[in-house]
């Protein structure tokens, strides 16, 4: 029996964080939700750190989807 490896969505980027923190999802989570997607291997992450004034209240902003009609595509 031959093993399948899954696709992972690229990252492209991830930004420093404090050694305290850690991002709450990574690549394979977010790829194994998304499998089922026709634009799965179109499909790029960038991990960032948005500092604002949400934080202060306790909300965090951890996943954001963006559709960028004209963006060149992403080399990897």
């Given at each position: 029996m031959e093993d399948v490896q899954p696709y992972i969505i690229p990252?492209?980027?991830?930004?420093k964080i404090s050694h305290h923190l850690s991002y709450p999802i990574g690549a394979a989570?977010?790829?194994t939700?998304?499998?089922s997607v026709a634009?799965?291997?179109?499909?790029?992450?960038?991990f960032y750190f948005g500092f604002d004034?949400?934080?202060r209240s306790g909300h965090y902003e951890f996943l954001r989807v963006e559709y960028l009609n004209n963006a060149l595509p992403?080399?990897?």
């Open positions: 990252t492209l980027s991830r930004a989570a977010v790829s939700a998304l499998t634009q799965l291997p179109d499909l790029k992450l960038h004034h949400a934080l992403a080399h990897e």
